[in-house]
């Protein structure tokens, strides 16, 4: 909200200088009310451009959770309908492997001693990826397998080697529209953040110069210098 509130507070001073008339005619031309007025609708376009992005980026990781909901279920169905047609012992192995990772567990270790007691005996543990672009590539490894296995012929139209691979198709293309998004996200936040913090008379040094250069002319304890003194610009750590 640190962004936000800087454009809010550079707007009201804007006003404030305005609203002074030609009691407040600096010679810096970016201290200027003209030139404030232009950075403002700037700062302003820069935050609707983030806001878009931020918007478009939501939708797309949206739609991408729904792409891959119920894929860790597909997965254990497909190493089922694998093992169930007889397919290579290898083959089903291969399959299991690659939905394991797609699942996130992990086999555990078992204890060599068989009658070790219930608080001995290992748990499972787990741990989920937590990129997508992992997932697709098991999801692949696993279609790859099931492809080199001629007795892999389901008649469930999702289950296919054909619709598997429609599957796969389509994670790839979410994945990417994420990334795109992301990519848009951070051009918009990064050009917002010039604007308003490390380009030539930006948005923060323009607003301290502006309350300095009324503090100077108006003094230090003048209504006009109190008026504005409430105006809190931050400049977040990046």
């Known amino acids: 909200m640190t962004h936000v509130k800087n454009v809010q507070a550079f707007e009201k001073l804007t006003g404030i200088c305005t609203g002074y008339g030609g009691a407040y005619n600096p010679g810096q ?3 200027q009310v003209n030139a404030m007025a232009t950075l403002m609708t700037k700062a302003q376009q820069a935050m609707e451009k983030v806001n878009e992005a931020q918007s478009l980026y939501d939708l797309a990781t949206n739609e991408r959770f729904k792409a ?3 894929l860790r279920h597909l997965a254990s169905g497909v190493c089922a309908l694998l093992q169930a ?3 290579d012992p290898l083959h089903v192995s291969d399959a299991r492997a690659s939905s394991r990772k797609i699942w996130g567990s992990r086999k555990a270790t078992r204890k060599a ?3 070790a007691s219930a608080e001995d005996k290992p748990k499972p543990a787990f741990s989920y990826p937590h990129d997508f672009a992992s997932i697709v590539n098991y999801f692949a490894a696993l279609v790859e397998t099931v492809s080199n296995e001629p007795k892999y012929q389901p008649n469930e139209e999702s289950m296919t080697l054909k619709g598997l691979q429609r599957k ?4 790839k293309r979410y ?5 795109q998004a ?3 996200l951070t051009q918009a936040k990064r050009d917002r953040n010039e604007l308003y913090y490390y380009a030539e008379s930006n948005l923060f040094t323009t607003a301290l110069a502006a309350k300095l250069y009324i503090r100077g002319i108006f003094g230090y304890r003048s209504a006009q210098h109190l008026e504005v003194a409430r105006l809190r610009f931050t400049k977040p750590r990046f």
């Open 29 to 31: 031309q970016n201290l």
């Open 68 to 70: 891959f909901k119920g």
């Open 85 to 87: 047609s007889g397919a």
């Open 113 to 115: 001693n068989a009658e």
């Open 168 to 171: 796969l198709a389509s994670l």
């Open 175 to 179: 994945n990417q529209a994420v990334t």
């Open 182 to 184: 992301e990519i848009r």
